[in-house]
T-cell receptor, first 113, second 115 residues
Framework: GNSVTQMEGPVTLSEEAFLTINCTYT??????LFWYVQYPGEGLQLLLK?????DKGSNKGFEATYRKETTSFHLEKGSVQVSDSAVYFC????????????FGSGTRLLVRP | EAGVTQFPSHSVIEKGQTVTLRCDPI?????LYWYRRVMGKEIKFLLH????????ESGMPNNRFLAERTGGTYSTLKVQPAELEDSGVYFC?????????????FGSGTRLTVV
């Protein structure tokens, strides 16, 4: 079946540190891949996405590359800020569904000043 | 434009009681989805409405859960009777078209605690 595995948190970093949050998936064919973010007190927001192999999604300084060979979609940012503190969810959209997202368990990021 | 609104934001009820969660989607969005996150685990799909019709309710855990969307506007999710394992965060999302490819707009969720 389809599934997403994320690194467990919390991840605690100092401001300006490099961030990597690992995400691997299991799915048939070529699913679309997403990162959603939930800031404190807010709803889930789409952060970035990639719809085919080798695509790179990017937004707000965050990047993730769709790696079919390693079934991964790791989230990276070169220099985190305190305002990046949030919960990050990796998700996939299977090829056989246009609307049913499959999420990982989320990774909490805490950035200290 | 106003986002997806959910209320209450928090609800604490006793086992065996009834709770109704409400979701107001973005105006004009025909597609409405319910998801939930239990015990800090994965966010899981519950169901999908297109206007007032249930398109897919394959994720509903059991018949204690009833979702409605009267008139194709707001939606309610009723849990009756609530059990301890129903505790979690219930998210609602809406979209103009019935695909997640362009991303959904989610509400901030209702945190349900059953004691």
């Amino acid at each position: 079946g389809n599934s997403v595995t994320q690194m467990e948190g919390p991840v605690t970093l100092s401001e300006e540190a490099f961030l990597t949050i690992n995400c691997t998936y299991t799915a048939t064919g070529y699913p679309s891949l997403f990162w959603y973010v939930q800031y404190p007190g807010e709803g889930l927001q789409l952060l970035l996405k990639a719809t085919k192999a080798d695509d790179k999604g990017s937004n707000k300084g965050f990047e993730a590359t769709y790696r079919k060979e390693t079934t991964s979609f790791h989230l990276e940012k070169g220099s985190v800020q305190v305002s990046d503190s949030a919960v990050y969810f990796c998700a996939l959209l299977p090829m056989d569904s246009s609307y049913k997202l499959i999420f990982g368990s989320g990774t909490r990021l805490l950035v200290r000043p | 434009e106003a986002g997806v609104t959910q209320f209450p934001s928090h609800s604490v009820i006793e086992k065996g009681q009834t709770v109704t969660l409400r979701c107001d989607p973005i105006s004009g969005h025909d597609n409405l989805y319910w998801y939930r996150r239990v015990m800090g685990k994965e966010i899981k799909f519950l169901l999908h409405f297109v206007k007032e019709s249930k398109q897919d309710e394959s994720g509903m855990p059991n018949n204690r859960f009833l979702a409605e969307r009267t008139g194709g506007t707001y939606s309610t999710l009723k849990v009756q009777p609530a059990e301890l394992e129903d505790s979690g965060v219930y998210f609602c999302a809406s979209s103009l078209v019935g695909t997640a490819t362009y991303g959904y707009t989610f509400g901030s969720g209702t945190r349900l605690t059953v004691v």
